[in-house]
């Protein structure tokens, strides 16, 4: 199975940005969404590519956060938000659960500028995810989640680590907490594959980042160590524009 993932940033926006011809031209079975900004309403009228199933979780908030999953593979069923009604609202877990496995779209909170939300980021939401991880495994299936994750996890992650040190995305905190998630069994699986640096997902939008490759590779696929010998390849797209944050992919199975 080959999966993608991708932060849109405003699924509305994309589609004017050319989702739908990334969507035909790509040979993915299943495309996970982040921060799409709407409601399954919003974008009734679209006439997503043949075979392709859509599956949302908005937020409750207009025009915030997120996921959507579109895919050409049946799921055997689908699950929305991660069972906490305080994490719940803002739309941020969709999974789907597949023969081999369960698939876990991910738009984690954002610690925010001055790191206002630092506190529930790495202290309640990242417990609250691992918890759900483990019970979602409990039944005997491994898991993939996949998503923006909003950290850079070693100075390897992003070009620029020692002025971001305390910044959002790349404190001690928030990169602690993520080495404690693969701990609980899991692989980045990106790096299973390419162990060099300059391998970015998102890319501020002022200076000319992107262009000149200034970024921060925030966005990924984790697998189940359960998975690691079925992990086929995983990539970074940095050439798709249409958003500030590129698409991400694995090949499983």
Partial sequence: MKIVSWNVNGVRAALRKGLLGFLEESDADVFCLQETKAHPGDVAHVKWPRGLEAHWNSAQRKGYSGTAVLTRVRPIGTACGIGRAMHDREGRVLAL?????????????????????????VGRWDPALRAYLRRLQAGGKAAVFCG????????????????????????????????RLLDCGFVDTFREFEKGPGHYTWWSQMGDCRARNIGWRVDYFVAAQALRAALRRAWISPGVMGSDHCPVGLEIG
Avoid: C, M
């Fill in 97 to 121: 659960e597949f023969p081999d496995f369960w698939l876990v779209n991910v738009y984690q909170p954002n610690s925010q500028r001055g790191l206002t939300r630092l506190d529930y980021r």
């Fill in 148 to 179: 923006d994750l909003n950290v850079a996890h070693k100075e390897i992650d992003l070009a620029n680590p020692k002025t971001n040190r305390r910044n959002a995305g790349f404190t001690d905190e928030e990169r602690a907490s993520f080495s």
